[in-house]
């Protein structure tokens, strides 16, 4: 069974305090892989899509990598407001998306 | 670009009641619009996979005949809840795309329903 397992479940991390947060998967035809953020009480916004291994995009603060068995999304100098729930979420050969868990991200000022 | 909106945000009603909740895209055009349900401090779980004109595809486990779903137009998605009962309760989220599958998903903010 296809599976997207991410962790840490929980980081607290200083205002500035550079981290990694990881999502890993069990590999069956891999077509995409997507991060997303979700603040309390609302739907996932769309951050990033990666296709293929070695593959990069960056956006503010955030940088996806993915290789052919995880993906990290590196958060560099963070501030309070990238407080939130990231979600990744793979698509596989049956063309569903498989969301792990999440990591809950707080940045403390 | 590319704003999903989800209607209402919040019901409460009665054990019994039917609701229904809508999706739209407002600035694109969704081939395929997807429901899903998510629980307290738990990932998003699909509920069932719908294409413009055709009938939904669900997953195992859930009942198509309590989650209805139509897909009426590109741009307008609909899930009944029938019979709702306090079991129901949980926060629904629907989500649409440019195609099935390699155009990422793009969500609405949900719609809580709690059934008393």
């Known amino acids: 069974e296809d599976q997207v397992t991410q962790s840490p479940e929980a980081l607290r991390l200083q205002e500035g305090e550079s981290s990694s947060l990881n999502c890993s998967y069990t590999?069956?035809?891999?077509?995409?892989l997507f991060w997303y953020r979700q603040d309390p009480g609302k739907g996932p916004e769309f951050l990033f899509t990666l296709y293929s291994a070695g593959e990069e995009k960056e956006k503010e603060r955030l940088k996806a990598t993915l290789t052919k068995k995880e993906s990290f999304l590196h958060i560099t100098a963070p501030k309070p407001e990238d407080s939130a729930t990231y979600l990744c979420a793979v698509l596989f050969g049956n063309e569903k998306l498989t969301f792990g868990t999440g990591t809950r991200l707080t940045i403390i000022p | 670009g590319a704003v999903v909106s989800q209607h209402p945000s919040w019901v409460i009603c009665k054990s019994g009641t039917s609701v229904k909740i809508e999706c739209r895209s407002l600035d694109f055009q969704a081939t395929t619009m997807f429901w899903y349900r998510q629980f307290p401090k738990q990932s998003l779980m699909l509920m069932a996979t719908?294409?413009?004109?055709?009938?939904?595809?669900?997953e195992q486990g859930v009942e198509k005949d309590k989650f209805l779903i139509n897909h009426a137009s590109l741009t307008l998605s609909t899930l009944t809840v029938t019979s709702a009962h306090p079991e129901d309760s949980s926060f629904y989220i629907c989500?649409?795309?440019?195609?099935?599958?390699?155009?990422?998903?793009?969500f609405g903010d949900g719609t809580r329903l709690s059934i008393l």
């Open positions: 719908s294409n413009e004109g055709s009938k939904a595809t669900y």
């Open positions: 590999v069956s035809g891999l077509r995409g």
């Open positions: 989500s649409a795309s440019r195609d099935r599958v390699y155009q990422p998903q793009h």
